[in-house]
């Protein structure tokens, strides 16, 4: 089934998006005024969960203290098993930050230099292109390697079982497409060559290194590398949402995300993580101040960190996050370092709206206004579209904003899953008619040029398709994913 719009696989590019800072909007919601802040958190999440934009594990702690720690919906939908703090969770691209301090661990070591060439630790990568990248390229998405999640032809790829050598000569040895160390461009190759460079230098698998220097002496037995295969109790499924409706999310192998993404984590463990990185246990000092110095883009090595602006909660800490995304699974881990604050979120439904639930958590726990969810305008446009046509549904989204734009949650992921529906539903003409309005309602949104992009596709209209994709490129004209796709088009 061809996609309406972003695969999930592209998901940890969208939460690294969502991690900008926002001021949120509207007003606290009135309550007795010896309402905690836990008490707050929960019953925003409660909500949510209730409107099907939120199924996971959150754990909240301030000033290293936990003070919510909670699952919201269920684990195992077939068999009705709630999330639970216990839960495991896929991490997706949460998984760079494990990947970058073994690296550091190994620099501490002698064992390489971050200003070291490719070339000269992984000797079968091609020497043309190793010869100019370092290591700290890699670590900061500045290498100019092609991203290999960003192929058309990865929802194959990534079904089939590699060894890293074996992927890393076919899918990471692509031409340069920047100068090294001249720009940012967030590349999974990266990490995944990076992976490759750990089990170079010691001898031993990734995820035995990992093991063996993080998770055991941190006490992270909750933690670890996914593998279809195991028999992992408390193993989250990954489902993808439609609206109101979750079908299983599509296989992949854990070999193709490998360093870039393959770890499984709970809330409890994360919150280990963090506290861990206050202290020596992971990192002396001074490799942790490399490790956390920020590059272009305020990416650092396997974290973005940023200061918080004035006038926005917790103004003034150094945030220290991340983002993760792969198949029925987005993830979040946000350190506020001066006050000693986290906030971990685990999902395992795909796309949910992160931004507007991460700035409503971080301003409770900075006793500032945040709103309410409201009901998601797209359960409503599915009714109407069910009894009256899509027609019907798309005027009723006009009128509805137009008049009462305060009473639904318009946000374009609401377009996006209805559209989804559709495809699933094989209504590609109603799914067409859902991506024309996405684009009419976020005019200059790269994810709704994308949707529309794939909907002509889908429903065989190649010249449009190609036409829209050309306009998602001018949005974003370094964007190899939407260049590949325009390629892919036109051959």
Not at 84 to 98: A, M, N
Not at 103 to 126: F, H, N, Q
Not at 315 to 323: F, K, P
Not at 394 to 412: C, N, T, W
Request: aromatic share 12%; charged share 20%.
């Amino acid at each position: 089934m061809k996609s309406f719009g972003i695969r999930l696989r592209l998901a940890a590019c969208v939460a690294i998006a969502l991690l900008a800072f926002v001021v949120p909007a509207g007003c606290q919601p009135s309550g007795a005024s010896g309402t905690t802040k836990a008490q707050k958190m929960d019953a925003l999440l409660e909500a949510y969960s209730r409107y099907h934009e939120f199924n996971g594990s959150v754990l909240v702690a301030e000033h290293g203290k936990i003070i919510l720690r909670k699952g919201y919906g269920m684990a195992d939908m077939e068999w009705s098993i709630p999330n639970s703090p216990e839960t495991k969770f896929r991490l997706g691209s949460v998984t760079k930050q494990f990947t970058a301090t073994l690296i550091v661990k190994l620099v501490e070591r002698g064992k390489l230099a971050l200003d070291g060439k490719l070339a000269d630790y992984l000797p079968y990568y091609r020497k043309d292109v190793g010869a100019r990248v370092t290591i700290e390229n890699l670590l900061t998405h500045t290498s100019g390697l092609p991203n290999y999640t960003d192929r058309p032809d990865y929802a194959t790829l990534d079904l089939h079982p590699y060894t890293p050598e074996e992927f890393v000569k076919q899918y990471c040895s692509g031409d340069l497409q920047f100068e090294p160390g001249s720009k940012f461009q967030y590349s999974n190759s990266n990490y995944f060559i990076l992976g490759a460079v750990i089990e170079q230098l010691t001898g031993k698998p990734y995820k035995q290194v990992l093991r063996e220097e993080i998770l055991q002496p941190l006490g992270m037995n909750d933690t670890g590398y996914d593998e279809f295969s195991v028999v992992l109790p408390h193993r989250a499924k990954g489902y993808t949402r439609f609206v109101d409706k979750f079908e299983n999310a599509k296989y992949f192998d854990s070999s193709t995300p490998y360093a870039a993404g393959s770890l499984y984590s709970t809330v409890d463990d994360l919150y280990k993580w963090d506290q861990a990185l206050y202290t020596d246990a992971v990192l002396p000092e001074k490799y942790k101040a490399i490790m956390f110095q920020p590059h272009l883009q305020n990416y650092a090595l396997g974290w973005f960190v940023a200061k918080v602006p004035e006038g926005q909660p917790g103004a003034g800490n150094t945030l220290i996050s991340h983002g993760g995304g792969i198949d029925g699974f987005m993830t979040l881990i946000e350190r506020y370092v001066q006050d000693r604050n986290l906030v971990v979120m685990l999902n395992n439904t795909g796309l949910f709206p992160l931004k507007e639930i991460q700035q409503a958590i971080e301003a409770i726990l900075y006793d500032k206004p945040y709103s309410m969810p409201k009901p998601p305008i797209a359960e409503t446009l599915e009714r109407t579209i069910e009894e009256k046509g899509v027609s019907a549904g798309v005027s009723q989204f006009r009128q509805l904003k137009a008049a009462s734009p305060d009473d639904y949650d318009f946000g374009e992921l609401q377009l996006y899953s209805l559209g989804q529906l559709l495809v699933q539903e094989k209504r590609l003409p109603d799914a067409l008619a859902i991506a024309q309005l996405w684009v009419e309602a976020y005019p200059k949104s790269l994810m709704a040029y994308l949707g529309l992009a794939d909907a002509y596709m889908s429903g065989g209209q190649k010249e449009q398709a190609i036409a829209t994709y050309k306009k998602a490129l001018e949005l974003d004209p370094t964007n190899s994913f939407v260049a590949g796709k325009l390629k892919q088009a036109q051959q």
